[in-house]
């Protein structure tokens, strides 16, 4: 709550995105050149290089997108009370750190030379914790529903009358909350689709990685 983005953090943030994708160009072309230079690895291939620069493309395209679609919706809006926002919390920082967290060892090995652990966080367990999660949060809802068990059933029935009377007879007035209400479902959709491509697309990064390193042997 109160953690938008400001306009810096935006600029900063398209900054780093074109200065990754300069990046990115200009590693290719220098692999490029590579074929017709004399090699002082013996083992080097460029073909290792290009398909982790393939993933990493990709990674950059769906950050970018789900920097986006995060910047359009507000996650405490998202569920349906602060109690089970609360409860998915901790599995929504997991999700998100796990990748941080691995990014982090990967860069680091390349610094240094050193080869890939064995054992990473893995990004795709993390987010199947919060699919699990919110699939029980959502079966949990649909066998008791709110209204059925926090109220009593003529409250039930005066409510949903004056729903009915409201859409009657001043239709006009909830268009702009439901229109804000559908483009933020949209987003956090994209959101969640973009993320999950990440988490998909670091399993590639990090299998090229220990291609091109090597991994390390317990």
């Known amino acids: 709550m109160n953690d938008a983005p400001t306009e810096l953090t935006l600029a900063l943030s398209h900054i780093r995105e074109v200065r990754l994708t300069q990046s990115a160009v200009a590693v290719r072309g220098l692999i490029t050149k590579s074929a017709n230079e004399l090699s002082l690895i013996s083992?080097?291939?460029p073909a290792k290089y290009y398909r982790l620069l393939d993933a990493c493309d990709f990674l950059?395209?769906?950050?970018?997108?789900?920097?986006?679609?995060?910047?359009?919706?507000?996650?405490?809006?998202?569920?349906?009370?602060?109690?089970?926002?609360?409860?998915?919390l901790s599995l929504r920082r997991d999700s998100v750190s796990s990748v941080i967290f691995v990014f982090?060892?990967?860069?680091?090995?390349?610094?240094?030379?050193?080869?890939?652990?064995?054992?990473?966080?893995?990004?795709?367990?993390?987010?199947?914790?919060?699919?699990?999660?919110?699939?029980?949060?959502?079966m949990q809802n649909s066998k008791n529903p709110p209204c059925l068990t926090s109220r009593a059933s003529t409250a039930c029935h005066n409510i949903s009358l004056e729903?009915?009377?409201?859409?009657?007879?001043?239709?006009?007035?909830?268009t702009e909350d439901y229109e804000k209400?559908?483009?933020?479902?949209?987003?956090?959709?994209?959101?969640?689709?973009?993320?999950?491509?990440?988490?998909?697309?670091?399993?590639?990064?990090?299998?090229?990685?220990?291609?091109?390193?090597?991994?390390?042997?317990?």
Request: with cysteine; proline share 4%; hydrophobic share 40%.
């Open 181 to 218: 209400s559908r483009w933020t479902e949209i987003h956090g959709m994209a959101f969640a689709r973009a993320f999950t491509d990440i988490t998909e697309a670091m399993q590639v990064v990090v299998a090229c990685s220990k291609d091109i390193l090597g991994e390390e042997v317990v």
């Open 43 to 45: 083992d080097f291939s």
């Open 104 to 138: 982090y060892i990967l860069s680091n090995c390349y610094r240094t030379k050193n080869k890939i652990p064995m054992y990473l966080p893995n990004p795709m367990v993390s987010r199947k914790k919060l699919y699990d999660f919110l699939a029980e949060l959502e």
């Open 163 to 174: 729903k009915k009377m409201f859409k009657e007879h001043a239709p006009s007035y909830d």
């Open 60 to 88: 950059l395209e769906k950050i970018v997108e789900a920097r986006i679609s995060g910047s359009f919706f507000e996650i405490w809006n998202g569920d349906p009370d602060n109690e089970s926002t609360r409860a998915l």
